[in-house]
């Protein structure tokens, strides 16, 4: 288990409005707050999302407002995309994009080129947390590839990044139709390995791939499950068969607990039907399952094979 934290503070309100001299990629985002928070924290985010920070104005908010400072930023996309004008399948991108940035000032998710996804691919701040949380778990089997290349790539596929976040959906949502979730799957796995064909370089191939493979190799997830105030867990939780994961090295357990968020990561594995263990600290933030699994230490070839799970 690795644990790390980083929060801007409490913000006021945050919207946006347009940008009156820009171009259609030009839009501004006002942030209302109680006190003035660091630029060091506010800023760099926005280059996550594949934007350009151009200009600032500070200044009084309305007379009778609760917030003392008040904070307008003149934001440039790199892409071309148009903020008042969203394609038909993602009309809410505005909403998504304030969300997403509100949730990455709050510390519950966390700063890397994956946010881009948000306005490239149109998925919420939460669907591309289980990209990260999948990209996070293919960094700890010990894939010859660090945790920015593997965000990076996705981050530069975002039609495949999409599909990732819809077979995750597919698969695992309680609330798609059971008769038809086998067709569905077969369906977006079958968009996904097509799309590969695109795909001209064999390191981000065989980094996409993996991702597919950890996708349909969970079992069960606590993603879905929201608060009496319809918040997302805080915690991301995935129940992974990790000998259908291609990329996994023996020795492999039966089954694995893998837990996400911006806060900690942890692992937990068994390689029979019951488990013993508890909770050990690590500050092996990209090691900690080779650590864990050498701790396991199965007692049997029988066991190592896992001919003692049903």
């Known amino acids: 288990m690795t644990v790390r934290t980083q929060a801007l503070g409490r913000l006021l309100e945050v919207r946006l409005h347009p940008e009156t001299s820009g171009s259609a990629s030009d839009v501004r985002i006002r942030i209302l707050c109680d006190r003035l928070p660091s630029l060091s924290l506010l ?33 440039r996309a790199h892409a ?20 997403a940035v509100k949730a990455v000032w709050a510390g519950d998710c966390e700063s890397d080129p994956l946010n881009s996804l948000v306005l490239t691919a149109g998925l919420t701040w939460v669907q591309v ?56 799957q077969a369906e977006v796995a079958e ?7 695109s795909v001209a370089n064999l390191d981000e191939d065989r980094i996409l791939r993996s991702v597919l493979g950890i996708v349909q190799a969970i079992e069960r997830t606590n993603a879905f499950q929201r608060s009496d105030d319809g918040q997302t867990p805080p915690t991301l939780s995935l129940k992974i068969s990790p000998r259908r994961v291609p990329v996994i090295a023996r020795p ?36 900690i399952r080779m650590e864990v699994l050498a701790l396991t230490k199965p007692r049997s070839t029988d066991e190592l094979a896992g001919r003692r799970v049903s």
């Open 252 to 287: 492999v357990p039966a089954a694995e607990i893998w837990v996400y968020s911006p806060r900690v990561e942890g692992v937990h594995m068994r390689f029979g039907k019951v488990a013993r263990g508890g909770i050990r600290w690590s500050d092996r933030r990209e090691d």
């Open 80 to 99: 071309k995309m148009s903020w008042s004008e969203s394609p038909p399948a993602r009309p809410d991108l505005r909403e998504r994009f304030l969300d």
């Open 129 to 184: 947390s289980w990209l990260r949380a999948v990209a996070a778990y293919l960094r700890q089997t010990q894939a010859a590839f660090s945790l920015p290349n593997i965000c990076e790539v996705l981050a530069g596929q975002p039609a495949i990044g999409a599909l990732a976040a819809q077979l995750f959906e597919e698969r695992l949502d309680p609330d798609r139709d059971d008769g038809q979730r086998a067709a569905a």
């Open 43 to 75: 800023l760099p985010p926005f280059a996550d999302f594949g934007l350009e920070v151009v200009d600032e104005r500070t200044g009084s908010p309305a007379e009778g407002s609760v917030a003392s400072h008040e904070i307008d930023l003149g934001l």
């Open 191 to 197: 968009q996904f390995t097509s799309a590969l064909d």
